[in-house]
């Protein structure tokens, strides 16, 4: 298991379907900046363009 892995919280709500999964990944400049130049072109914002990208990755 990576370390970000290792670190991760999971919250589980009694009754909701729903798992909030919280995980800290490093970012360099350059991936930052590429997120950020892809989510003002989208009318996005980051944390819409990254959640996009885990779901696909998910699926």
Do not use: F
Not at 10 to 34: C, E, Y
Not at 41 to 58: F, K, P, S, T, W
């Amino acid at each position: 298991m990576t370390p970000e892995l290792a670190d991760a919280e999971v919250h589980v709500s009694k009754g909701s379907p729903d798992i909030l999964v919280t995980v800290t990944v490093p970012v360099d400049a350059g991936t930052l900046d590429a997120l950020t130049e892809r989510a003002d072109r989208e009318g996005r914002n980051v944390e819409q363009i990254v959640a996009d990208a885990l779901r696909a990755a998910a699926a």
